[in-house]
């Protein structure tokens, strides 16, 4: 029910209730059977097997499985299987860790609800537990209570709520109950209603539920949460990608080399050589095992948590792992305006002084800065602005109205501290602010004299003004000084500056305040705003020199919400603005064909947050929202990455968010970008690295079947390198350090696939050369070394060393995808150079410590020579080369 639209007999009406009874108890439960109880319900959530059972049945998981078993079943135990498995438990370990923690933004949102409401039935006021409330009870609410139902607004005495949790802005909004309005009425705008969970500040008032539970705008929230469905990010796409292609090559190339095996054996013949067909079978094992970069998922994995935990150290925390790569394919980034793009602080820019506009500098509620200029009226109007006032400044704490603050700083600016002030001339009466006359007035004793200030709204102050104070004298008002002060209004409500009006009168005796508040004398203006944070404005250069667009998505008024677009440079020319009420006019096409060209949307619902994000996701964009209350929810959940702030942001939106920003500013959302992109370009490196290894691999016993030579490599070494071997310096590749120009070129692009033409050419190189190094290394072993011995266990022991010395050195390489050894510090990654030392051990270690040569067949019947041992790992540094060369193909 739109009861804002209806005056309030229609909605007293429409549920046959009597405003000095209320509902009856035959009433209430007739209604509770109607509309239900006043809960907002949560989704279920997925259970632990289901999850379990999601991760197992991904590609490359079930590509390990299968890799598995074969691997037991073809090699009679169980080593090799275990290995394999170990990673697949580890894989699904961490996704459903990672998931299990998955947020519930609705269970925050219901910690918001009144836990109880006082509420008027048969003619007495009770005090009952919030969820009971049905459509038709008459609510009283006073300052300090949450309001426990959208309700329709019939009775305020100076109501005032702060409604910030549905539309992000921090100002109290006066109640007026009289009012009819529109149904395109902004949310913000509904001055006749009260809504769920938000709190009423100031005044009192009573009023009729019309919405209960979902129905409400909470509820409505709580069904947006609802509704949004986890989607892959650009990371897990690409990863799926390349699984399933591996798995393709893996299969294909299996097939080929046991379809070659069998031509030459000869179809007729497979019965009478069942050890060939053995070793072929295992020679396939030994591909497919070769195919898959088993330790890839782990590796990323880690390397996606050490990116959270170096974001964690530039104030953002991130609560999803795969949140951290998604940042760097971010193409736009949507904020929230209030607190994030501004310093959510008010401060007086501007002082019209009945002569000129002049500018008053510093920054938030610290009393740096100054007054440029003015009259002597200057002095006046700030004494006025600090006594007439509420809120107060100390050391440690702000108390007050925000608009108030102001003020306060304002005074001290000019060298007038508040408490000095009060002191001096202290308050004997006030007549307090009320949204009919919209004026606040306070009376003082000075030097024994009685005098009122007045503050308002500039039109109504008129109106009570006779007379104006210019360079210390007291002149009559006239037409041309009131066309001066609308001008100079219009001047600063244009640059979208709040602006207050200030006035006094001398006070011999009075009997009633209310009525001395006229003939005053008007002193001047001052202009309003939360302004922008400085830091921001270079941040969105940043932005725009990467490629990132920016938009303003707020709940403030559209010219207020232009204003600072402009002078942020998020709007430019061709650059348009839209209104919440704007977007309702058009059509979803009309939409999203706006969308692709508007930067500041403004007075804008939670529903309209969530349309423009999912408007941008379907133009192509990865969208970053950032938002702080109840009503950004939604959306946040909706982006692709959500990011809530961590000082000011609400528990709802915190759970919705996949990131918290603990210091609440703009730049730190942009070096989260840049994070983001240097662990995407870090993941390509070791996925290049990782994949170029198993390709190969491939190639190698591929070439090596083909000439007739059977493996050159045991399945248990092929898992020890892809697991163990290749993985750490894998680890070191996931932290090197940024490369110059990481902002200077467009964001990722999410449809490309993670192995593009670039290292498609790279992969290509290096394992062609890897391929021919181990070889050659193997055809030495075995023809050369071997002769007269086990030539196989010479020949796979000196393909062993070549093919680790091989990627050990090839790291080095891989720590840039376009400088050479030769232009970098190439032992800068410390990392690198304790992996490779480690890689190297190890191999050291399966070469000449008993049991462990004997598990992986590296013990020769005669002692590998010094010669031996030269001669194979220097083979190692071939595939280095290739990936040099690679480099000069760009």
Not at 557 to 567: F, L, S, W
Not at 596 to 603: D, G
Not at 705 to 731: C, E, H, K, R, Y
């Amino acid at each position: 029910m739109n009861g804002y639209t209806k005056n309030i007999e229609e909605v007293l009406a429409a549920f046959n209730v009597n405003t000095d009874i209320g509902l009856d108890e035959r009433q209430v439960l007739e209604f509770r059977k109607k509309y239900g109880e006043n809960k907002l319900t949560e989704k279920k959530g997925e259970s632990l097997f289901k999850m379990i059972v999601g991760e197992v049945t991904q590609f490359l998981n079930l590509l390990l499985i299968v890799a598995a078993v074969i691997s037991i079943i073809a090699s009679g135990h169980l080593t090799d299987g275990i290995f394999i498995l170990a990673i697949v438990v580890l894989n699904v370990s961490l996704s459903v860790f990672q998931e299990r923690k998955a947020t519930n933004a609705v269970r925050a949102l219901k910690s918001l609800s009144a836990p109880s409401a006082k509420v008027l039935r048969n003619g007495e006021i009770e005090n009952i537990e919030s969820h009971l409330l049905v459509p038709g009870d008459l609510v009283v609410v006073e300052a300090g209570d949450y309001i426990p139902a959208d309700i329709r607004l019939y009775k305020t005495v100076n109501l005032k709520i702060d409604e910030s949790a549905l539309t992000g802005e921090s100002v109290p909004v006066e109640k007026d109950c009289d009012v009819t309005l529109t149904d395109q009425t902004p949310i913000g705008d509904r001055l006749n209603m009260g809504y769920m969970s938000t709190i009423v500040t100031y005044g009192r008032g009573l009023g009729l539920v019309t919405e209960t539970g979902m129905n409400t705008e909470i509820g409505n929230i709580a069904s947006l949460l609802n509704e949004v469905e986890d989607e892959m990010t650009p990371l897990q796409k690409k990863i799926d990608k390349l699984g399933k292609l591996l798995g393709f090559i893996s299969v294909a190339v299996v097939v080929i080399i046991f379809l070659i095996g069998i031509i030459r054996i000869g179809f007729k013949n497979i019965s009478s050589h069942p050890d060939e067909i053995l070793e072929l079978f295992m020679i396939s094992v030994s591909l497919a095992v070769a195919a898959i970069p088993e330790g890839l998922p782990t590796v990323i994995s880690v390397v996606l948590a050490l990116g959270m935990r170096k974001m964690a150290d530039k104030n953002a925390i991130v609560k999803e792992l795969n949140a951290v790569e998604t940042l760097g394919s971010t193409t736009v980034i949507s904020s929230d305006k209030t607190g994030t793009l501004t310093q959510n602080k008010m401060v007086v820019t501007r002082i019209f002084d009945n002569h000129e506009i002049v500018e008053v500098t510093g920054s938030g509620y610290d009393f740096k800065g100054r007054i440029k200029g003015g009259s002597s009226n200057v002095s006046k109007l700030v004494e006025i602005g600090a006594l007439c006032n509420d809120s107060s400044i100390t050391e440690d704490s702000l108390i007050g109205d925000p608009t108030e603050l102001a003020l306060v700083t304002l005074a001290a600016k000019n060298n007038m501290l508040q408490k000095d002030l009060k002191q001096t001339y202290p308050r004997i009466d006030e007549f307090p602010f009320d949204s009919d006359r919209k004026l606040m007035s306070t009376v003082h004793e000075l030097n024994g004299s009685k005098q009122i200030y007045t503050k308002g709204a500039p039109d109504q102050l008129l109106k009570v003004c006779s007379h104006y104070l210019l360079d210390g004298k007291v002149k009559k008002i006239d037409d041309e000084f009131v066309k001066t002060v609308e001008q100079s209004n219009q001047e600063m409500a244009g640059k979208a500056l709040r602006v207050l009006g200030f006035a006094y009168k001398k006070l011999k005796t009075y009997d009633n305040l209310k009525e001395e508040e006229n003939n005053l004398v008007f002193t001047g203006l001052v202009g309003i705003i939360d302004p922008p944070r400085e830091e921001v404005k270079e941040a969105i250069k940043v932005c725009h020199k990467a490629g990132i667009r920016v938009v303003m998505i707020t709940g403030d008024h559209k010219i207020t919400a232009t204003a600072i677009g402009k002078e942020l440079g998020i709007l430019d020319e061709g650059i348009h603005a839209l209104s919440g009420e704007e977007i309702d006019k058009l059509s979803y096409p009309e939409f999203l064909d706006l969308v692709k060209i508007t930067n500041v949307f403004a007075r804008v619902s939670p529903n309209h947050k969530v349309m423009i994000v999912r408007g941008l996701q379907e133009t192509g964009e990865i969208c970053s929202m950032t938002g702080d209350g109840v009503n950004d929810a939604p959306a946040l959940k909706q982006a692709d990455i959500g990011v809530a702030m961590g000082i000011t942001g609400t528990d709802v939106s915190k759970e919705a968010a996949d990131i918290i920003l603990m210091d609440d500013n703009f730049t730190t959302i942009v070096e989260a970008v840049e994070a983001g992109r240097v662990i995407f370009a870090n993941i390509r490196k070791f996925v290049g690295y990782l994949v170029s290894c198993n390709v190969g691999e491939v190639l190698l016993i591929f070439v090596s079947m083909l000439l007739g030579w059977g493996s050159p490599l045991l399945p248990i070494q092929i898992l020890w390198i892809n697991l163990v071997t290749d993985s750490f310096p894998a680890f070191a590749l996931g932290l090197e350090k940024k490369e110059s120009g990481v902002m200077d070129r467009p964001p990722i692009d999410p449809k490309a696939s993670i192995v593009d033409k670039k290292m498609g050419l790279a992969i290509g190189f290096q394992s062609v050369f890897l391929a021919g190094a181990v070889l050659a290394s193997y055809a030495i072993g075995h023809f050369i070394v071997g002769e007269g011995l086990d030539g196989n266990f010479y020949g796979s022991t000196f393909a062993f060393i070549t093919i680790i010395t091989g990627e050990m050195l090839r790291t080095y390489s891989a720590r840039s995808e376009n400088q050479t050894i030769f232009k970098m510090k190439l032992f800068e990654n410390k990392l690198v150079n304790y992996s490779v030392l480690f890689g190297l051990a190890l191999l050291l270690i399966v070469l000449f410590v008993p049991g462990v040569n004997d598990l992986f067949y590296t013990k020769t019947e005669e002692p590998l020579t010094f010669i031996n041992l030269i001669t194979a790992f220097s083979l190692g540094f071939i595939p280095l080369f290739g990936g040099e060369l690679a480099k000069l193909f760009k």
